[in-house]
Protein backbone atom coordinates (compact mmCIF):
# COMPACT_ATOMS: atom_id res chain seq x y z
CA UNK A 1 0.00 0.00 0.00
CA UNK A 2 2.89 2.34 0.99
CA UNK A 3 4.85 1.63 -2.37
CA UNK A 4 1.80 2.27 -4.53
CA UNK A 5 1.26 5.50 -2.76
CA UNK A 6 4.55 6.30 -3.29
CA UNK A 7 4.34 5.46 -7.58
CA UNK A 8 1.12 7.50 -7.27
CA UNK A 9 2.92 10.26 -5.71
CA UNK A 10 6.13 9.88 -7.96
CA UNK A 11 3.67 9.44 -11.17
CA UNK A 12 1.93 12.98 -9.94
CA UNK A 13 5.24 14.82 -9.33
CA UNK A 14 6.16 13.64 -12.98
CA UNK A 15 2.97 15.11 -14.49
CA UNK A 16 3.35 18.43 -12.77
CA UNK A 17 7.08 18.22 -13.47
CA UNK A 18 5.99 17.53 -17.57
CA UNK A 19 3.03 20.22 -17.38
CA UNK A 20 5.09 23.14 -15.65
CA UNK A 21 8.04 22.37 -18.14
CA UNK A 22 5.37 22.81 -20.98
CA UNK A 23 4.06 26.23 -19.91
CA UNK A 24 7.89 27.25 -19.49
CA UNK A 25 8.65 26.41 -23.42
CA UNK A 26 5.28 27.82 -24.05
CA UNK A 27 6.05 31.24 -22.20
CA UNK A 28 9.30 31.53 -23.75
CA UNK A 29 8.37 30.37 -27.36
CA UNK A 30 5.46 33.56 -26.87
CA UNK A 31 8.25 35.65 -25.91
CA UNK A 32 10.95 34.77 -28.83
CA UNK A 33 7.94 35.28 -31.12
CA UNK A 34 7.12 38.75 -29.56
CA UNK A 35 10.94 40.25 -29.58
CA UNK A 36 11.29 38.90 -33.27
CA UNK A 37 8.16 41.23 -34.15
CA UNK A 38 8.99 43.93 -32.33
CA UNK A 39 12.84 43.97 -33.93
CA UNK A 40 10.68 43.53 -37.59
CA UNK A 41 8.62 46.59 -36.53
CA UNK A 42 12.03 48.81 -35.60
CA UNK A 43 13.79 47.47 -38.87
CA UNK A 44 10.73 48.43 -40.97
CA UNK A 45 10.28 52.06 -39.20
CA UNK A 46 14.37 52.57 -39.48
CA UNK A 47 14.68 51.13 -42.84
CA UNK A 48 11.41 51.96 -44.79
CA UNK A 49 10.13 50.68 -48.19
CA UNK A 50 9.62 52.67 -51.18
CA UNK A 51 6.48 54.81 -50.40
CA UNK A 52 3.85 55.88 -52.93
CA UNK A 53 4.17 59.54 -54.08
CA UNK A 54 1.79 61.90 -52.94
CA UNK A 55 0.17 64.69 -55.28
CA UNK A 56 1.87 67.94 -54.21
CA UNK A 57 -0.59 70.54 -51.96
CA UNK A 58 -0.66 74.03 -51.71
CA UNK A 59 -0.88 73.22 -48.10
CA UNK A 60 2.26 71.27 -47.83
CA UNK A 61 4.54 73.56 -49.53
CA UNK A 62 7.49 75.17 -47.23
CA UNK A 63 5.74 78.33 -47.73
CA UNK A 64 2.82 77.57 -45.04
CA UNK A 65 -0.79 77.06 -45.25
CA UNK A 66 -1.45 80.62 -46.85
CA UNK A 67 -3.41 80.66 -49.67
CA UNK A 68 -2.08 83.10 -53.39
CA UNK A 69 -4.78 85.54 -54.58
CA UNK A 70 -3.91 84.63 -59.38
CA UNK A 71 -5.51 88.31 -59.21
CA UNK A 72 -2.29 89.98 -57.51
CA UNK A 73 0.06 90.68 -59.48
CA UNK A 74 3.94 91.87 -58.41
CA UNK A 75 6.99 93.45 -60.04
CA UNK A 76 9.95 91.44 -59.44
CA UNK A 77 13.94 92.33 -60.13
CA UNK A 78 16.90 90.45 -60.67
CA UNK A 79 19.45 92.94 -61.21
CA UNK A 80 21.13 92.80 -58.15
CA UNK A 81 24.50 91.21 -57.43
CA UNK A 82 27.15 90.64 -54.71
CA UNK A 83 31.23 90.04 -55.31
CA UNK A 84 30.48 86.32 -53.43
CA UNK A 85 27.79 85.44 -56.29
CA UNK A 86 28.49 87.99 -59.46
CA UNK A 87 32.33 89.33 -58.43
CA UNK A 88 31.24 92.41 -57.70
CA UNK A 89 28.06 94.52 -56.47
CA UNK A 90 25.95 94.78 -59.14
CA UNK A 91 23.15 97.61 -58.94
CA UNK A 92 23.62 98.19 -55.25
CA UNK A 93 26.36 100.74 -56.29
CA UNK A 94 23.62 102.30 -58.63
CA UNK A 95 25.16 105.73 -60.22
CA UNK A 96 23.87 108.94 -59.46
CA UNK A 97 21.12 109.78 -62.80
CA UNK A 98 22.03 113.53 -63.57
CA UNK A 99 19.33 115.54 -64.47
CA UNK A 100 18.68 116.18 -68.48
CA UNK A 101 19.18 120.06 -67.38
CA UNK A 102 23.00 120.30 -66.93
CA UNK A 103 22.44 123.63 -64.62
CA UNK A 104 20.33 121.42 -62.60
CA UNK A 105 22.19 118.36 -62.97
CA UNK A 106 25.02 120.86 -61.86
CA UNK A 107 23.86 121.08 -57.68
CA UNK A 108 23.62 117.52 -57.10
CA UNK A 109 26.21 114.85 -56.06
CA UNK A 110 27.71 112.50 -58.90
CA UNK A 111 29.42 109.41 -58.86
CA UNK A 112 27.96 106.16 -57.88
CA UNK A 113 27.61 104.30 -54.40
CA UNK A 114 29.49 101.85 -52.23
CA UNK A 115 27.92 99.14 -50.82
CA UNK A 116 27.09 97.76 -48.63
CA UNK A 117 27.27 100.76 -46.15
CA UNK A 118 26.29 102.79 -48.96
CA UNK A 119 23.87 101.71 -51.24
CA UNK A 120 21.38 102.90 -54.32
CA UNK A 121 18.30 103.17 -51.66
CA UNK A 122 16.70 104.90 -49.30
CA UNK A 123 15.86 101.83 -47.87
CA UNK A 124 17.77 99.04 -46.28
CA UNK A 125 16.79 95.78 -47.11
CA UNK A 126 16.47 92.87 -43.85
CA UNK A 127 18.61 90.81 -46.17
CA UNK A 128 21.39 93.23 -47.12
CA UNK A 129 22.38 93.72 -50.08
CA UNK A 130 22.56 90.56 -51.64
CA UNK A 131 22.87 88.48 -54.77
CA UNK A 132 19.58 87.90 -57.25
CA UNK A 133 22.04 84.15 -57.72
CA UNK A 134 21.83 83.70 -54.38
CA UNK A 135 19.39 80.45 -53.75
CA UNK A 136 18.86 81.39 -50.30
CA UNK A 137 18.15 84.91 -51.01
CA UNK A 138 15.33 83.44 -53.97
CA UNK A 139 13.80 80.53 -51.29
CA UNK A 140 13.35 83.98 -49.01
CA UNK A 141 11.83 85.64 -51.52
CA UNK A 142 9.25 83.40 -52.43
CA UNK A 143 8.35 82.54 -48.38
CA UNK A 144 7.81 86.55 -48.31
CA UNK A 145 5.78 86.53 -51.64
CA UNK A 146 3.41 83.64 -50.03
CA UNK A 147 3.60 85.15 -47.23
CA UNK A 148 1.64 88.74 -48.85
CA UNK A 149 -0.93 86.21 -50.44
CA UNK A 150 0.89 87.24 -54.08
CA UNK A 151 -0.11 84.68 -56.67
CA UNK A 152 2.05 86.23 -59.80
CA UNK A 153 5.26 87.41 -60.04
CA UNK A 154 6.05 89.42 -62.80
CA UNK A 155 9.56 88.69 -63.93
CA UNK A 156 11.53 91.57 -65.57
CA UNK A 157 12.59 90.06 -68.31
CA UNK A 158 15.25 91.11 -71.19
CA UNK A 159 16.58 88.63 -73.73
CA UNK A 160 19.84 86.70 -73.25
CA UNK A 161 22.85 88.39 -73.29
CA UNK A 162 20.94 91.55 -72.77
CA UNK A 163 20.42 93.89 -69.44
CA UNK A 164 19.71 97.38 -68.71
CA UNK A 165 22.55 100.13 -68.53
CA UNK A 166 23.29 99.03 -64.45
CA UNK A 167 23.07 95.71 -64.76
CA UNK A 168 24.02 92.36 -65.88
CA UNK A 169 22.42 89.76 -68.01
CA UNK A 170 20.59 87.62 -65.65
CA UNK A 171 17.99 85.35 -68.19
CA UNK A 172 19.94 82.34 -66.16
CA UNK A 173 18.36 83.05 -63.86
CA UNK A 174 14.39 81.93 -65.39
CA UNK A 175 14.47 78.24 -64.71
CA UNK A 176 15.85 78.58 -61.35
CA UNK A 177 13.15 81.30 -60.82
CA UNK A 178 10.14 79.20 -62.05
CA UNK A 179 11.42 75.85 -60.04
CA UNK A 180 11.54 78.10 -56.84
CA UNK A 181 8.13 79.77 -57.60
CA UNK A 182 6.47 76.61 -57.74
CA UNK A 183 7.59 75.06 -54.33
CA UNK A 184 5.41 77.61 -53.35
CA UNK A 185 2.30 77.32 -55.44
CA UNK A 186 3.57 80.95 -57.24
CA UNK A 187 3.01 81.25 -60.93
CA UNK A 188 5.55 83.66 -63.04
CA UNK A 189 4.60 86.29 -65.77
CA UNK A 190 7.13 87.88 -68.48
CA UNK A 191 7.85 91.54 -67.90
CA UNK A 192 9.64 92.66 -71.38
CA UNK A 193 11.21 95.38 -70.34
CA UNK A 194 12.72 97.98 -73.28
CA UNK A 195 16.29 97.48 -74.67
CA UNK A 196 18.29 98.74 -77.93
CA UNK A 197 16.27 97.81 -80.99
CA UNK A 198 13.26 96.38 -79.34
CA UNK A 199 10.63 96.52 -82.06
CA UNK A 200 7.64 94.80 -82.77
CA UNK A 201 9.71 92.00 -85.02
CA UNK A 202 12.26 91.53 -81.76
CA UNK A 203 9.33 91.05 -79.63
CA UNK A 204 8.08 88.67 -81.76
CA UNK A 205 10.96 86.53 -81.25
CA UNK A 206 11.01 87.24 -77.87
CA UNK A 207 7.83 85.76 -77.52
CA UNK A 208 8.47 82.56 -79.01
CA UNK A 209 11.62 82.36 -77.26
CA UNK A 210 9.77 82.14 -74.37
CA UNK A 211 7.25 80.04 -74.84
CA UNK A 212 9.13 77.66 -76.09
CA UNK A 213 11.71 77.38 -73.07
CA UNK A 214 9.32 78.16 -70.39
CA UNK A 215 6.02 77.74 -71.44
CA UNK A 216 5.62 73.95 -70.83
CA UNK A 217 6.65 75.05 -67.31
CA UNK A 218 4.18 73.96 -63.86
CA UNK A 219 4.55 78.03 -62.79
CA UNK A 220 4.01 79.23 -66.09
CA UNK A 221 1.36 81.99 -65.62
CA UNK A 222 -1.61 81.81 -68.03
CA UNK A 223 -4.92 84.03 -67.61
CA UNK A 224 -8.27 82.65 -68.28
CA UNK A 225 -9.95 84.67 -71.15
CA UNK A 226 -14.00 85.12 -70.90
CA UNK A 227 -14.05 82.61 -73.02
CA UNK A 228 -12.39 79.95 -71.59
CA UNK A 229 -8.78 80.24 -73.26
CA UNK A 230 -6.27 79.99 -71.22
CA UNK A 231 -3.38 82.16 -72.47
CA UNK A 232 0.29 83.70 -71.62
CA UNK A 233 -0.05 87.09 -70.39
CA UNK A 234 2.69 89.60 -71.15
CA UNK A 235 3.62 92.92 -69.71
CA UNK A 236 5.17 95.10 -71.81
CA UNK A 237 7.38 98.11 -70.06
CA UNK A 238 7.50 101.43 -72.02
CA UNK A 239 5.51 100.24 -74.80
CA UNK A 240 4.61 103.81 -75.82
CA UNK A 241 8.22 103.73 -77.75
CA UNK A 242 7.23 101.87 -80.40
CA UNK A 243 4.79 103.33 -82.73
CA UNK A 244 1.11 101.71 -82.83
CA UNK A 245 1.05 100.77 -86.82
CA UNK A 246 4.22 98.60 -85.23
CA UNK A 247 2.40 96.95 -82.99
CA UNK A 248 -0.12 96.38 -84.93
CA UNK A 249 1.85 93.89 -87.41
CA UNK A 250 2.54 91.75 -84.17
CA UNK A 251 -0.81 92.17 -82.32
CA UNK A 252 -4.04 92.40 -84.47
CA UNK A 253 -5.24 89.43 -86.83
CA UNK A 254 -4.09 90.84 -90.07
CA UNK A 255 -0.80 92.43 -89.20
CA UNK A 256 2.45 91.15 -91.55
CA UNK A 257 3.60 88.70 -88.52
CA UNK A 258 0.84 88.49 -85.99
CA UNK A 259 1.11 85.88 -83.07
CA UNK A 260 -2.80 85.73 -83.27
CA UNK A 261 -4.71 82.77 -83.14
CA UNK A 262 -1.37 81.19 -83.52
CA UNK A 263 0.11 78.68 -80.99
CA UNK A 264 2.15 82.02 -79.93
CA UNK A 265 -0.99 84.01 -79.10
CA UNK A 266 -1.34 85.51 -75.53
CA UNK A 267 -2.44 88.72 -73.80
CA UNK A 268 -0.57 91.72 -74.23
CA UNK A 269 -0.90 94.41 -71.72
CA UNK A 270 0.32 98.12 -72.61
CA UNK A 271 1.77 100.43 -70.47
CA UNK A 272 -0.36 103.56 -69.80
CA UNK A 273 1.35 107.11 -69.19
CA UNK A 274 -0.40 109.39 -71.07
CA UNK A 275 -4.16 110.21 -72.02
CA UNK A 276 -3.57 109.67 -75.37
CA UNK A 277 -1.76 107.05 -75.37
CA UNK A 278 -4.97 105.05 -74.54
CA UNK A 279 -6.08 105.51 -78.19
CA UNK A 280 -2.75 103.94 -79.67
CA UNK A 281 -3.22 100.86 -76.93
CA UNK A 282 -6.59 100.00 -78.45
CA UNK A 283 -5.24 100.71 -81.78
CA UNK A 284 -2.02 98.48 -81.64
CA UNK A 285 -4.28 95.52 -81.35
CA UNK A 286 -3.13 95.28 -77.15
CA UNK A 287 -5.11 93.65 -74.89
CA UNK A 288 -5.41 95.77 -72.10
CA UNK A 289 -3.17 98.09 -70.00
CA UNK A 290 -1.37 98.73 -66.68
CA UNK A 291 -0.24 101.56 -64.93
CA UNK A 292 3.14 100.94 -63.36
CA UNK A 293 4.49 104.04 -61.91
CA UNK A 294 3.82 104.26 -57.83
CA UNK A 295 3.65 107.95 -57.67
CA UNK A 296 0.42 109.10 -57.66
CA UNK A 297 -0.02 112.74 -59.72
CA UNK A 298 3.39 111.41 -61.50
CA UNK A 299 1.39 110.66 -65.09
CA UNK A 300 -2.00 110.26 -65.99
CA UNK A 301 -1.96 106.43 -65.68
CA UNK A 302 -0.48 106.62 -62.30
CA UNK A 303 -2.76 109.23 -61.09
CA UNK A 304 -5.71 107.60 -58.72
CA UNK A 305 -8.66 110.03 -59.92
CA UNK A 306 -8.09 108.67 -63.58
CA UNK A 307 -8.95 105.65 -62.53
CA UNK A 308 -12.53 105.54 -63.40
CA UNK A 309 -12.22 106.77 -67.04
CA UNK A 310 -9.56 104.39 -67.45
CA UNK A 311 -11.43 101.34 -66.90
CA UNK A 312 -14.82 102.91 -68.57
CA UNK A 313 -12.45 103.47 -71.69
CA UNK A 314 -11.39 99.81 -71.39
CA UNK A 315 -14.56 98.43 -70.83
CA UNK A 316 -16.08 100.23 -73.92
CA UNK A 317 -13.71 98.76 -75.79
CA UNK A 318 -13.37 95.12 -74.78
CA UNK A 319 -9.66 96.00 -72.91
CA UNK A 320 -8.33 94.54 -69.44
CA UNK A 321 -7.49 97.68 -67.29
CA UNK A 322 -4.80 96.74 -64.41
CA UNK A 323 -4.08 99.35 -62.27
CA UNK A 324 -0.94 99.39 -60.37
CA UNK A 325 -0.96 100.33 -56.93
CA UNK A 326 2.49 101.11 -54.73
CA UNK A 327 3.48 101.59 -50.83
CA UNK A 328 5.16 104.62 -51.90
CA UNK A 329 7.94 106.34 -54.04
CA UNK A 330 11.25 108.02 -53.22
CA UNK A 331 14.23 107.46 -55.54
CA UNK A 332 16.51 110.65 -54.74
CA UNK A 333 19.05 107.87 -53.81
CA UNK A 334 20.05 107.69 -57.28
CA UNK A 335 17.76 110.78 -59.19
CA UNK A 336 18.65 113.40 -55.87
CA UNK A 337 16.73 115.85 -57.97
CA UNK A 338 13.49 114.20 -58.28
CA UNK A 339 12.34 115.27 -54.46
CA UNK A 340 9.26 116.45 -56.35
CA UNK A 341 7.65 112.32 -56.99
CA UNK A 342 8.63 111.86 -53.79
CA UNK A 343 5.41 109.92 -52.14
CA UNK A 344 5.82 109.31 -48.36
CA UNK A 345 4.88 106.34 -46.69
CA UNK A 346 2.83 107.42 -43.80
CA UNK A 347 2.87 104.23 -41.74
CA UNK A 348 1.35 102.50 -44.52
CA UNK A 349 -1.53 104.55 -45.56
CA UNK A 350 -0.63 105.50 -48.77
CA UNK A 351 -1.09 102.32 -49.86
CA UNK A 352 -3.66 101.47 -48.46
CA UNK A 353 -5.18 104.69 -49.96
CA UNK A 354 -4.17 103.35 -53.84
CA UNK A 355 -5.43 99.99 -52.59
CA UNK A 356 -8.63 101.08 -51.90
CA UNK A 357 -8.64 103.18 -55.35
CA UNK A 358 -7.79 100.45 -57.43
CA UNK A 359 -10.66 98.10 -55.57
CA UNK A 360 -13.03 101.11 -56.33
CA UNK A 361 -13.19 100.63 -60.43
CA UNK A 362 -13.59 96.43 -60.24
CA UNK A 363 -10.50 95.11 -61.73
CA UNK A 364 -9.98 91.73 -62.71
CA UNK A 365 -5.73 92.04 -61.97
CA UNK A 366 -4.12 94.44 -59.26
CA UNK A 367 -0.43 94.82 -59.75
CA UNK A 368 1.88 95.53 -56.89
CA UNK A 369 4.95 97.87 -57.75
CA UNK A 370 7.00 96.29 -56.54
CA UNK A 371 8.42 93.64 -54.58
CA UNK A 372 11.97 94.39 -54.60
CA UNK A 373 12.98 97.71 -56.71
CA UNK A 374 14.82 99.39 -54.17
CA UNK A 375 16.42 102.20 -56.28
CA UNK A 376 12.59 103.57 -56.43
CA UNK A 377 11.45 102.79 -52.88
CA UNK A 378 8.75 101.02 -54.07
CA UNK A 379 9.61 97.64 -52.27
CA UNK A 380 7.55 95.53 -50.11
CA UNK A 381 9.92 92.91 -49.28
CA UNK A 382 11.33 93.06 -45.51
CA UNK A 383 13.33 96.63 -44.76
CA UNK A 384 15.38 97.19 -41.49
CA UNK A 385 16.40 100.39 -39.54
CA UNK A 386 19.73 101.09 -40.81
CA UNK A 387 22.11 104.02 -39.67
CA UNK A 388 26.25 104.09 -41.21
CA UNK A 389 28.75 107.01 -40.86
CA UNK A 390 27.17 109.28 -43.86
CA UNK A 391 23.81 107.38 -44.29
CA UNK A 392 20.85 107.10 -42.17
CA UNK A 393 17.75 104.67 -43.69
CA UNK A 394 14.15 104.99 -43.82
CA UNK A 395 12.86 101.96 -42.25
CA UNK A 396 8.72 100.77 -41.43
CA UNK A 397 9.29 101.77 -37.68
CA UNK A 398 7.16 101.48 -35.80
CA UNK A 399 6.42 98.29 -37.16
CA UNK A 400 8.22 95.07 -37.89
CA UNK A 401 10.13 94.58 -41.57
CA UNK A 402 7.47 92.42 -42.64
CA UNK A 403 5.03 95.42 -42.30
CA UNK A 404 3.94 95.56 -46.19
CA UNK A 405 3.53 91.61 -46.51
CA UNK A 406 1.09 91.38 -43.65
CA UNK A 407 -0.64 94.70 -45.21
CA UNK A 408 -0.98 92.99 -48.57
CA UNK A 409 -1.85 90.11 -47.46
CA UNK A 410 -5.21 92.01 -45.30
CA UNK A 411 -6.21 93.30 -48.36
CA UNK A 412 -5.81 90.58 -50.60
CA UNK A 413 -8.60 88.65 -48.28
CA UNK A 414 -10.37 91.80 -48.85
CA UNK A 415 -10.01 92.01 -52.32
CA UNK A 416 -11.02 88.13 -52.67
CA UNK A 417 -14.18 89.35 -50.54
CA UNK A 418 -15.21 91.64 -52.84
CA UNK A 419 -14.80 90.06 -55.96
CA UNK A 420 -17.44 87.63 -54.98
CA UNK A 421 -19.75 90.58 -53.84
CA UNK A 422 -19.08 91.79 -57.64
CA UNK A 423 -19.83 88.39 -58.86
CA UNK A 424 -23.06 88.26 -57.30
Not at 40 to 53: T, V
Not at 71 to 92: E, I, K, M, N, Q
Not at 178 to 183: E, T, V
Not at 228 to 249: K, R, V
Request: charged share 20%; net charge positive.
Amino acid sequence: MVRLRRRACLALFLCALFVFGALLALRARKASDGSGALAEGRRRRRFPGPAAPSPPSPKAQPGGPRRTSAALHAFYYTWYGTPRFDSRYVHWDHAMVPHWDPKISANYPKGRHSPPEDIGASFYPALGPYSSRDPAVLEEHMRQLRAAAIGVMVLSWYPPGLANDNGEPSESLVAFILDAAHRYAIKVAFHIQPYQGRDDNTVHNNVKYILGKYGMHEAFYRYKTSTGCSLPLFYIYDSYLTPPEAWANLLTPSGSHSLRNTPYDAVFIALLVEDRHQQDILSAGYDGLYTYFASNGFSYGSSHHNWKAIKAFCDANNLLFIPSVGPGYIDTSIRPWNHHNTRHRVNGKYYETALQAALLVRPEIVSITSFNDWHEGTQIEKAVPKKTVTRLYLDYSPHQPDMYLELTRKWAEHYSKEKEEWLM
